[in-house]
C-alpha cells in the first residue's frame, strides 16, 4: 500500500515529510508505458507531490516541470485525499544510462522552470515557480521551497527501475527548518543527511517512511498516515468544457470534418467520444453565453 506520513521530531524544531508510492509508480507505468527514465522522472515527481499535499486540508497542489530535455513537460496532482495523477509528454523516451543511475536530470533538462499551483478550492489560485538547478526534481523542488516559499527545505525522491522497467521502489522524503531551529539541530541533520544511504536503496531494503525518518530523528511522532493510490479526475464534463475552451472557430472546424471528435485523457489514457451532435449543442451553447 503506497502512503506518506506527517510527522515531527519530539524537541526538534522540523516538519517532516515521508512517502512510499511504489504501487502508484507501477500503476502509471504500466498505464502509460512509461520509459525506464520516464517511470523514474514522473515517479519522482509523484512522490514530490504527494509529499507537498500531505497536509492539505482541501484542494490539491499540482507540480509542472518544464525543462526543454526530451521528455518535455511533466505534470504531477495530488490532493487532500490521497489521490495522486501525472503524466509526461513523451514518455517512450531512452537515454544511454551512465554508470548505475538512470540519467533523470538530462532527460529533464535544465532549461525551464518548476511550477506549483496550489488550488485549495478558494477564489483564488496560487502558483508560483523557480528556475531549475538539475532537473533531478529533489533538487529542483528544494529549491523552490527555500527560495520562493522561504521554507529551508531538504527533500530526497527516488524511483528504481528494474532491468525488466517494472517499479521496485519508489518514494522519498521532505524535512523543512522551522524558525526556531537552532545552529547545532541543524548541522546535526546536514551531518545525518550526509551518511543516509540514497533514498532507493532504504525503501529496497524494506525500510518504510516511518523507518526512513527515524533514521534521522530517532524520536520522531507521527502525526497523520494517509494512503494513496492513483486516481484521474476526468469525466465527460470536463472534456466538453476543454472542448468550448477552445473558442467557437475550433468547434466549428470540428463540425466542418463531420465526424465526432475523440480525446484520450492523458493521465488515464481514457477516451472520450463527442458525437457530432453533442459539439454542435455546446457550439450553440457558447454563442448564446457570448450574447449575454
Ligand atoms: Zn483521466
Do not use: W
Amino acid at each position: 500500500m503506497a502512503y506518506v506520513i506527517r510527522a515531527i521530531p519530539v524537541n526538534k524544531n522540523f516538519r517532516t515529510f515521508a512517502v512510499e508510492c511504489r504501487d502508484v509508480v507501477e500503476e502509471v507505468r504500466k498505464l502509460q508505458g512509461l520509459s525506464p527514465v520516464a517511470s523514474a522522472a514522473l515517479g519522482r515527481a509523484l512522490a514530490g507531490v504527494a509529499l507537498l499535499s500531505a497536509d492539505l486540508k482541501t484542494g490539491k497542489i499540482l507540480l509542472q516541470i518544464s525543462g526543454g530535455g526530451p521528455l518535455g513537460e511533466i505534470l504531477a496532482e495530488g490532493d487532500y485525499q490521497g489521490n495522486l495523477r501525472g503524466t509526461v509528454r513523451n514518455p517512450d523516451v531512452y537515454l544511454k544510462i551512465k554508470g548505475k543511475k538512470l540519467p533523470v536530470g538530462e532527460a529533464v533538462g535544465k532549461n525551464g522552470f518548476i511550477s506549483v499551483v496550489k488550488d485549495l478550492g478558494l477564489k483564488e489560485i496560487y502558483q508560483s515557480s523557480t528556475k531549475l538547478v538539475s532537473g533531478e526534481i529533489a533538487e529542483d523542488l528544494a529549491y523552490y521551497l527555500t527560495v520562493s516559499e522561504q521554507i529551508p527545505s531538504a527533500v530526497s525522491l527516488g524511483v528504481l527501475v528494474g532491468t525488466d522497467g517494472k517499479i521496485l521502489a519508489a518514494g522519498g522524503f521532505l524535512i523543512q527548518k522551522l524558525p526556531e531551529a537552532k545552529d547545532e539541530e541543524i548541522a546535526e541533520l546536514e551531518e545525518k543527511l550526509r551518511n543516509l544511504p540514497p533514498i532507493t536503496t532504504l525503501l529496497s531494503q524494506g525500510k518504510g517512511p516511518e523507518e526512513v525518518l527515524a533514521m534521522l530523528f530517532p524520536d520522531i511522532k507521527i502525526l497523520e498516515k494517509r494512503e494513496l493510490r492513483y486516481k484521474c479526475t476526468c469525466n465527460e464534463e470536463r472534456v466538453e468544457s476543454m472542448l468550448v475552451a477552445l473558442g467557437e472557430k475550433e468547434l466549428e472546424d470540428f463540425i466542418k470534418k463531420k465526424e465526432p471528435i475523440e480525446v484520450i485523457c492523458h493521465f488515464c489514457r481514457k477516451k472520450y467520444i463527442i458525437s457530432l451532435e453533442r459539439v454542435k449543442e455546446l457550439l450553440k451553447e457558447l454563442k448564446t453565453k457570448k450574447k449575454r
